[in-house]
């Protein structure tokens, strides 16, 4: 199955639409890895949301991409990993070191917007270091709640 | 009372049967009553085990089936290959070590997503990995 790859701005969007075979990731990693010099493109987000598992080959050819990605200078975002999917990663010993993860499209495009403005702000003044701190949306959300004020 | 008769056998071929099995067992563990996340923990258990088949010996089968035992009802899974065997299991089940290009987390991952596993393999004739998960 095809994974469409839909450019927004400075960024490629390959949001998948069923569940994918090994050949199906290669394909994706080949494909990115091709419009993201094609488009000049500074950041990916990879919607997961509907895979059904991510075993072991599925985590190693996501975190090939973001490392392939990074080093073509782009940065990557895995999104939409389910709660079931995480607990069966976590269970298989398996991570995604290295990779930006966040919760859904919204959270990975808040993500690549801290992630990319980085090394762009050569001019510009420079935003509030919190900001750029944070490894993943997630984390001024999740911690906000509690032990984080004192 | 139990489906333990019914038996599901999914050929694995190439990689693309992988899903196939998975997607199967799955199915198979919502029927027999796998609730919460234990729907998806089996699949990826079999998604390793059918890899290690594709893998290692290009071919084999997934035999799903319904177990019942003790009053608990459970899922079998059976994946076996006439590949080419293991030579060392004890260094097969270490985690990370891997003697082609995967990551070496497949048999030991799997072994820790289900309740019980067994692998048996004799060189030149083939590997059956034996698991079960009880429902809770």
Redesign the interface.
């Known amino acids: 199955m095809h994974v469409p790859i839909l450019k927004q701005g400075d960024y490629l969007i390959a949001t998948i639409q069923s569940?994918?075979?090994?050949?199906d990731l290669l394909q994706l990693r080949d494909d990115v890895a091709d419009r993201v010099g094609h488009f000049r493109s500074r950041g990916v987000i990879i919607d997961v949301t509907v895979l059904?598992?991510?075993?072991?080959?599925a985590?190693?050819t996501l975190r090939g991409v973001a490392h392939m990605l990074k080093l073509r200078g782009a940065e990557t975002v895995i999104v939409g990993i389910?709660?079931?999917?995480a607990?069966?990663?976590v269970?298989?010993?398996?991570s995604l070191e290295g990779v930006g993860t966040a919760l859904d499209l919204e959270e990975g495009l808040a993500y690549l917007n801290v992630k990319t403005k980085r090394g762009r702000t050569v001019s510009r003044p420079v935003a509030p270091t919190s900001s750029l701190k944070l490894k993943t949306p997630f984390d001024g959300q999740t911690r906000s709640g509690n032990s984080r004020t004192k | 009372m139990s489906p333990s008769n019914e038996e599901l056998s999914v050929p694995i071929k190439s990689a693309a049967d992988i899903v196939v099995a998975r997607q199967k067992g799955r199915a198979l563990a919502i029927q027999l009553g796998f609730a919460g996340s234990d729907p998806t923990v089996i699949a990826a258990a079999i998604s390793e085990v059918a890899r290690n088949i594709v893998n290692h010996a290009q071919h084999g089968e997934i035999v799903l089936s319904g177990v019942h035992e003790n009053s608990r009802n459970g899922i079998q899974v059976i994946a076996s290959d006439q590949g080419p065997g293991i030579s060392d299991i004890d260094r097969a089940m270490q985690y990370g070590y891997s003697s082609s290009r995967g990551m070496g987390v497949g048999l030991p991952g799997a072994k820790w997503l289900m309740d019980e596993f067994d692998i048996e393999s004799q060189l030149g004739k083939g590997t059956r990995v034996t698991m079960r998960k009880w429902v809770r």
Do not use: C, H, K, N
């Open positions: 569940v994918l075979s090994d050949a059904d598992v991510i075993d072991s080959f985590t190693r389910q709660p079931d999917v607990f069966a990663m269970q298989l010993g398996l």
